[in-house]
């Protein structure tokens, strides 16, 4: 199973970005899929995620900037962001849920189990 991101890259403050994560050896269309993202000396942290039956979930700090899609016809999960901030620089990693997670939320690490290598976002001020 391999998720791959793309989509990642340099952008001026109030830009916009369109991250992808195409998943390949499984499908996921039933399951949660979600973004997490890793800025240097922090820890990892939520973005977004999407329950298999739609559910949308956002971190704060981006609600209302984020907006997270799946396109089950092409087991694809992606992540627009628009008005982007300094602090929005990490990178990006997507993540799928497989097993029985039902103890966790969609915010936590825990309850994916497929990670993906992840895609630099730097905004720039």
């Known amino acids: 199973v391999q998720l791959q991101a793309s989509g990642g890259g340099l952008v001026q403050a109030g830009g916009s970005l369109r991250l992808s994560c195409a998943a390949s050896?499984?499908?996921?269309?039933?399951?949660?899929m979600g973004w997490f993202r890793q800025a240097p000396g922090k820890e990892r942290e939520f973005v977004a995620a999407?329950?298999?039956?739609?559910?949308?979930f956002y971190a704060d700090s981006v609600k209302g900037r984020f907006t997270i899609s799946r396109d089950n016809a092409k087991n694809t999960v992606s992540l627009q962001m628009n008005s982007l901030k300094p602090e929005d620089t990490a990178k990006y990693s997507c993540?799928?849920?497989?097993?029985?997670?039902?103890?966790?939320?969609?915010?936590?690490?825990?309850?994916?189990?497929?990670w993906g290598q992840g895609t630099q976002v730097t905004v720039s001020s």
């Open positions: 999407i329950s298999g039956s739609g559910a949308i």
């Open positions: 993540a799928a849920d497989w097993g029985d997670s039902r103890s966790y939320g969609y915010t936590q690490e825990a309850k994916y189990y497929y």
């Open positions: 050896g499984r499908t996921f269309n039933n399951r949660a």
